[in-house]
């Protein structure tokens, strides 16, 4: 089929050259089917081979704060929905999660939380450098949103090494679908840009299939991601919160999800790609198939088992039950059954050694 070799044309391209146009990548994306994306995947195994073996890195989730002052449309947190129960985490409590998470051989913790005013900027700096002094071996990454420089500077300072911040799309104009009108993607870039400048191991990231999305949208994502060089790149499919306008929306599909991981594994071969929980929650093999899609990293639950049912962005997220050694054992049980190996290490990315 004439599509199909074209497809493998474009492939074998971007395993050379790492990148394509935004009208190549569009064309794949709207012209894959199952036995291209089993060659892209093959191409992205051996990449991701190359650089990280079989080796998959846990990152211990700490989600310590479900307060957000944002109010994006897709999530289920937004400070729009009064039906979310509240809570935050404490200091103490945030340090029992890193505790329990370092024996069970966690070497990296992610502070994770929407925009809450309450964790000031010295508040915060406090936390970081708590775990800092306490765990010197581990990793800290940040996502707590958009930030001013100095605020950044200051988290960096105190001991934080990663931040994630997802783009979630970088096309203006769908950006403003997405979110309320004092929301910008220009912003957002800006905050990336940033956070790039300060030294961070940067983490940015979309969804798959959020509403109004186009094949062109995609394209520009992957550009985007081209053009700022993350260390890390989050992607999972759109999965809709009863709670929020797009309720009704169709979920993105895992086949383009994987698809999408396959592609950023050749177009930024060195990158940390997680298997996102929401994955797993389309599909119950699915953190299985993000792995053999070319990803490394899988984040593990740290949050005390009191709040997990709290902190829900969409419906239906898995191991909301689950305790951390459960997750952590169940994590390698699952990458072992396909070949890979869960390992005790900050898992950097391979530039930042
Ligand atoms: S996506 Fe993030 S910034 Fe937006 S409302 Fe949810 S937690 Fe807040």
């Given at each position: 089929?004439?599509?199909?070799?074209?497809?493998?044309?474009?492939?074998?391209?971007?395993?050379?050259?790492?990148?394509?146009?935004?009208?190549?990548?569009?064309?794949?994306?709207?012209?894959?089917?199952?036995?291209?994306?089993?060659?892209?995947?093959?191409?992205?195994?051996?990449?991701?081979?190359?650089?990280?073996?079989?080796?998959?890195?846990?990152?211990?989730?700490?989600?310590?704060?479900?307060?957000?002052?944002?109010?994006?449309?897709?999530?289920?947190?937004?400070?729009?929905?009064?039906?979310?129960?509240?809570?935050?985490?404490?200091?103490?409590?945030?340090?029992?999660?890193?505790?329990?998470?370092?024996?069970?051989?966690?070497?990296?913790?992610?502070?994770?939380?929407?925009?809450?005013?309450?964790?000031?900027?010295?508040?915060?700096?406090?936390?970081?450098?708590?775990?800092?002094?306490?765990?010197?071996?581990?990793?800290?990454?940040?996502?707590?949103?958009?930030?001013?420089?100095?605020?950044?500077?200051?988290?960096?300072?105190?001991?934080?090494?990663?931040?994630?911040?997802?783009?979630?799309?970088?096309?203006?104009?769908?950006?403003?679908?997405?979110?309320?009108?004092?929301?910008?993607?220009?912003?957002?870039?800006?905050?990336?840009?940033?956070?790039?400048?300060?030294?961070?191991?940067?983490?940015?990231?979309?969804?798959?299939?959020?509403?109004?999305?186009?094949?062109?949208?995609?394209a520009e994502d992957l550009l985007f991601?081209?053009?700022?060089?993350?260390?890390?790149?989050?992607?999972?499919?759109?999965?809709?919160?009863?709670?929020?306008?797009?309720?009704?929306?169709?979920?993105g599909t895992l086949e383009l999800t994987?698809?999408?991981?396959?592609?950023?594994?050749?177009?930024?071969?060195?990158?940390?790609?997680?298997?996102?929980?929401?994955?797993?929650?389309?599909?119950?093999?699915?953190?299985?198939?993000?792995?053999?899609?070319?990803?490394?990293?899988?984040?593990?639950?740290?949050?005390?088992?009191?709040?997990?049912?709290?902190?829900?962005?969409?419906?239906?997220?898995?191991?909301?039950?689950?305790?951390?050694?459960?997750?952590?054992?169940?994590?390698?049980?699952?990458?072992?059954?396909?070949?890979?190996?869960?390992?005790?290490?900050?898992?950097?990315?391979?530039?930042?050694?």
């Amino acid at each position: 089929m004439e599509h199909r070799k074209i497809c493998k044309e474009y492939i074998d391209r971007l395993a050379v050259c790492q990148v394509l146009s935004a009208e190549e990548f569009t064309y794949l994306i709207l012209n894959y089917d199952q036995e291209v994306s089993d060659y892209l995947f093959e191409k992205a195994r051996q990449v991701r081979t190359r650089y990280y073996n079989h080796d998959v890195y846990i990152r211990g989730l700490i989600e310590f704060t479900n307060y957000c002052r944002n109010d994006c449309y897709y999530c289920g947190i937004r400070s729009g929905n009064k039906k979310a129960i509240r809570y935050r985490l404490s200091k103490d409590e945030i340090l029992g999660c890193c505790e329990t998470g370092y024996l069970l051989g966690f070497r990296t913790f992610v502070l994770q939380g929407g925009e809450d005013g309450y964790y000031t900027d010295e508040r915060m700096a406090d936390i970081i450098r708590s775990i800092r002094d306490k765990y010197p071996d581990c990793a800290i990454t940040l996502s707590v949103g958009e930030k001013s420089y100095e605020t950044y500077k200051l988290f960096f300072d105190a001991g934080a090494d990663r931040y994630l911040l997802r783009h979630e799309t970088a096309n203006e104009e769908h950006y403003a679908r997405l979110h309320p009108a004092k929301l910008s993607g220009a912003a957002r870039k800006n905050c990336l840009y940033d956070l790039k400048k300060i030294g961070y191991q940067v983490g940015s990231g979309f969804m798959v299939g959020s509403p109004c999305q186009t094949a062109g949208n995609l394209a520009e994502d992957l550009l985007f991601l081209k053009e700022l060089q993350p260390q890390m790149v989050g992607i999972g499919p759109f999965i809709s919160h009863h709670d929020t306008p797009f309720a009704k929306e169709k979920s993105g599909t895992l086949e383009l999800t994987l698809f999408m991981l396959g592609l950023l594994r050749l177009m930024l071969p060195k990158a940390l790609l997680p298997s996102t929980t929401a994955l797993g929650t389309i599909h119950p093999k699915g953190r299985e198939l993000g792995i053999l899609a070319g990803a490394n990293v899988v984040m593990p639950n740290l949050s005390p088992q009191g709040v997990r049912d709290k902190y829900l962005l969409y419906d239906n997220k898995i191991c909301t039950g689950d305790e951390a050694a459960e997750c952590r054992q169940c994590m390698e049980r699952r990458m072992r059954s396909i070949g890979y190996e869960v390992v005790v290490s900050r898992g950097d990315n391979v530039d930042f050694r």
